[in-house]
């Protein structure tokens, strides 16, 4: 009997799931996907097939809709099946890791930061470079979109051996400053200066040059002979 409420509770679900979408498909194990409500938007779990197209190669994703925007964790796929992206959503924008793959494995993982874009303010933790106990939080304006933030790490496909690390705090890569700080680049980063000389900078003479040229300062000027033929 109490399986029998299971598969009636389990209908029902997805009777009325139904009569929320004004268009879907059901999947292979009966599930409703690809739905889109009375007002056009995108709700609930998706597959999307993407063909080859100009070179490109095709692909298929899945993952949820809420409200026409991808939210939490989608999937990406080559046509032969094969995981070749992880991705997190929030409000619709790239939201935490992001993994990379290729037939070898991993190749890349991406730290981004969601912003809502129904609230134009953000407060964001900003580490402190010297001392990584101490977070000083501070509320900035932004548009609603997605920013690189944290580290982004590139792999050797195959060995999995670590290429190199980029850090970034909301969209601006972190760099050392000439005073050895680890900070965001910013317009008033002082560049660091050439090394060059100045040749306008007279050079001092030695004091017996100076006596002679004191000593004879008042002489009349005479021609030596260097034994050469004039013209």
């Given amino acids: 009997m109490k399986y029998w409420w299971m598969v009636f509770y389990c209908l029902t679900v997805n009777v009325l799931s139904q009569a929320q979408c004004k268009t879907f498909i059901i999947g292979k194990n009966g599930d409703t996907l690809n739905c889109t409500d009375t007002k056009g938007l ?17 692909y298929e994703e899945e993952g949820e809709f809420k409200n026409d925007k991808k939210e939490g964790i989608w999937r990406r796929y080559n046509l032969m099946g094969d ?7 929030q409000w619709g924008n790239k939201q935490g890791t992001q993994r990379y793959y290729n037939i070898a494995g991993l190749i890349r993982e991406e730290n981004w930061r969601a912003i809502n874009p129904e609230n134009p303010y953000d407060t964001v933790a900003v580490p ?6 101490k977070i000083e939080y501070r509320i900035i ?7 690189q933030h944290g580290v982004w790490r590139y792999y050797e496909p195959g060995s999995g051996a670590l ?10 890569p972190y760099v050392k400053k000439k005073n050895g700080e680890i900070g965001v680049a910013t317009a008033n980063t002082p ?16 004091a017996a040059v100076e006596q002679w040229e004191k000593k004879n300062s008042g002489k009349k000027k005479t021609t030596v002979r260097d034994g050469r033929a004039g013209m």
Wanted: glycine fraction near 8%; charge should be positive; hydrophobic fraction near 25%.
């Fill in 42 to 58: 995108k709700q609930g779990k998706w597959v999307i097939h993407v063909d080859p197209l100009r070179g490109n190669p095709g």
């Fill in 83 to 89: 995981v070749i992206a992880i991705e997190n959503y």
């Fill in 128 to 133: 402190d470079p010297y001392d990584p106990d």
């Fill in 141 to 147: 304006k932004i548009d609603g979109s997605s920013r």
């Fill in 163 to 172: 290429l190199r690390e980029e850090t970034y705090f909301m969209g601006q």
């Fill in 191 to 206: 560049k660091p200066k050439a090394n060059t000389t100045d040749s306008t900078k007279k050079t001092a003479k030695p």
